[in-house]
């Protein structure tokens, strides 16, 4: 072996165990309305993705995949998220809607963190729910608001006239 290949076999691993993953270029799972995702959890049938330079403890845009066995009504699931959100507080509001033609339901609906929690935030979430694979799968696109203004209401309903048609065409990646 050469002394110079001996040197990079040793000092390209030591190098890059010096520097955070972080440094090095990473590929996006998927585009998503003009944003970049990349995956940040994956575990127990669920996948987690969010834009480049957001945690899960601050975050502002998330997508989820879910697959579910053994649960046969999409339909069922949809109503049950938004009784879930309904029951998580006073203003939480929900609606689901039905794609016949593509055997979908979108659970539409907007929960608040706890009172007294920080830091406080509105969510509004959409989650496309199907058949799929001898289950369902669920495909999840949340917004979080931490500041709330007057203008938050005109920015939902913007985006809900944007994402809804596009969640329903999203392709989840494998």
Request: with cysteine; hydrophobic share 40%.
């Amino acid at each position: 072996m050469k002394i110079h290949t001996l040197v990079l076999s040793v000092l390209l691993p030591l190098i890059a165990s010096v520097y955070p993953s972080s440094c090095f270029a990473e590929k996006p799972a998927f585009e998503f309305d003009g944003e970049n995702y990349f995956l940040r959890g994956d575990e127990a049938g669920i996948r987690e993705y969010l834009i480049k330079g957001e945690t899960f403890e601050k975050w502002s845009t998330l997508i989820s995949v879910r697959h579910f066995n053994g649960i046969a009504d999409p339909r069922a699931y949809a109503f049950e998220l938004i009784e879930n959100a309904k029951a998580s507080g006073p203003n939480a509001r929900g609606q689901v809607m039905e794609n016949e033609s593509a055997g979908s339901y979108i659970a539409d609906f907007l929960v608040y963190s706890e009172e007294g929690s920080e830091p406080f935030f509105a969510e509004w979430n959409l989650w496309r729910i199907e058949k799929k694979d001898g289950g369902i799968e669920a495909v999840q696109y949340a917004r979080r608001f931490y500041k709330i203004t007057e203008s938050t209401a005109n920015v939902l309903i913007s985006e809900r006239k944007r994402i809804v048609p596009m969640l329903a065409e999203f392709v989840s990646p494998d």
